[in-house]
């Protein structure tokens, strides 16, 4: 398990495309029969990729006797047909952007024949093993073709729906023909976001922006990759495609408008 210590917004200027990427872009998460994790100190918040079939492992810097000891994951998944995820001995079986949350205390996370991606935050306490479908997570439609924006937010971890600690889980799917994600934008003090992109063809890329509103970087993201965006950071971006991503959050609080928007045209 990669590493990735915490990043402050007075590191911005000056940066390299090149330090950026390796501070905020989460590349290579997927490799045939592995799970593969980041461990961001931004709000403790692990990122993977799994191709089944594969384990959950413990990786070392956990200092835990199993994953699930103090965490709670969630998993979706971000292949094209229903896949299975077996929670000590129990079968579930999410569609395509569904999700199943494993709560604190879990032991055997075990991923079958499909994607998966995997998004964990620190649990003080154990909520139940739950699967979230796409139906259940209330689809909300935002957004218009006059804004190249169209598209539809599927909330499932969250504080009126599957109950978690700390983490907060949702996917979004843009509309063919529709670009832009989370515009205008936002950032959230309380909060660590990562987005993590799916469903773009292979030569088609996501640019990305972050940074302090009034001092924001690009990133060139491509298929099945993900971007940290800590509390300071602006996350949103337009495909030359379109795409959807998942947004994954842990820190303070769990409320989904706790946010501090940000006018387009104050932007830089
Ligand atoms: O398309 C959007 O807008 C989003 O999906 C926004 C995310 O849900 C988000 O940034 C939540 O804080
Ligand atoms: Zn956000």
């Given at each position: 398990?990669?590493?990735?210590h915490?990043t402050?917004?007075?590191?911005?200027?000056?940066?390299?495309?090149?330090?950026?990427?390796?501070?905020?872009?989460?590349?290579?998460?997927?490799?045939?029969g592995?799970v593969?994790?980041?461990y961001?100190h931004?709000?403790r918040?692990?990122?993977g990729?799994?191709?089944g079939?594969?384990?959950l492992?413990?990786p070392?810097?956990?200092r835990a006797?199993?994953f699930?000891?103090?965490r709670?994951?969630?998993?979706v998944?971000?292949?094209e047909?229903?896949?299975?995820?077996?929670?000590?001995?129990?079968?579930?079986?999410?569609?395509?952007?569904e999700?199943l949350?494993?709560?604190?205390?879990?032991r055997?996370?075990?991923?079958?024949d499909?994607?998966?991606?995997?998004?964990?935050?620190p649990?003080h306490?154990?909520h139940p093993t739950?699967?979230?479908t796409l139906?259940?997570a209330?689809?909300?439609?935002?957004?218009?073709?006059?804004?190249?924006?169209?598209?539809?937010?599927?909330?499932?971890?969250?504080?009126?729906?599957v109950?978690?600690?700390?983490?907060?889980?949702?996917v979004t799917?843009l509309e063919?023909g529709s670009?832009?994600?989370?515009m205008?934008c936002?950032?959230h003090?309380?909060?660590?976001?990562v987005?993590?992109?799916?469903?773009?063809?292979?030569?088609?890329?996501?640019?990305?922006l972050?940074?302090?509103?009034?001092?924001?970087?690009?990133?060139v993201v491509?298929?099945?990759?993900?971007?940290?965006?800590p509390?300071?950071?602006?996350?949103c971006?337009?495909?030359?495609?379109?795409?959807?991503f998942?947004?994954?959050?842990?820190?303070?609080?769990?409320a989904?408008?706790?946010?501090?928007p940000?006018?387009?045209g104050?932007?830089?």
């Open positions: 398990m990669e590493v990735r915490a402050a917004p007075d590191q911005i200027p000056g940066a390299t495309t090149a330090w950026l990427r390796s501070r905020f872009l989460v590349e290579d998460l997927f490799a045939p592995e593969r994790l980041v961001s931004e709000d918040i692990v990122v990729g799994a191709l079939p594969a384990a492992p413990n070392d810097p956990l006797g199993h699930l000891e103090r709670e994951l969630g998993v998944n971000v292949g047909r229903p896949a299975v995820v077996t929670v000590d001995g129990t079968p579930y079986e999410p569609g395509p952007k999700c949350y494993v709560g604190r205390g879990a055997e996370v075990a991923f079958g499909g994607a998966f991606y995997l998004v964990s935050t649990a306490a154990g739950a699967l979230s139906e259940d209330e689809p909300v439609r935002l957004g218009g073709p006059e804004g190249s924006n169209e598209r539809t937010i599927y909330k499932h971890v969250h504080a009126g729906g109950r978690s600690c700390q983490l907060v889980l949702g799917v063919p670009m832009w994600n989370t205008p936002h950032t003090e309380r909060r660590t976001e987005y993590f992109y799916f469903g773009l063809p292979e030569q088609d890329r996501v640019i990305h972050m940074g302090r509103p009034d001092e924001t970087r690009n990133l491509a298929d099945r990759q993900a971007v940290i965006s509390p300071w950071s602006v996350h971006g337009f495909g030359t495609r379109s795409y959807a998942v947004w994954a959050m842990g820190g303070e609080n769990q989904y408008d706790d946010v501090e940000v006018a387009i104050e932007m830089r």
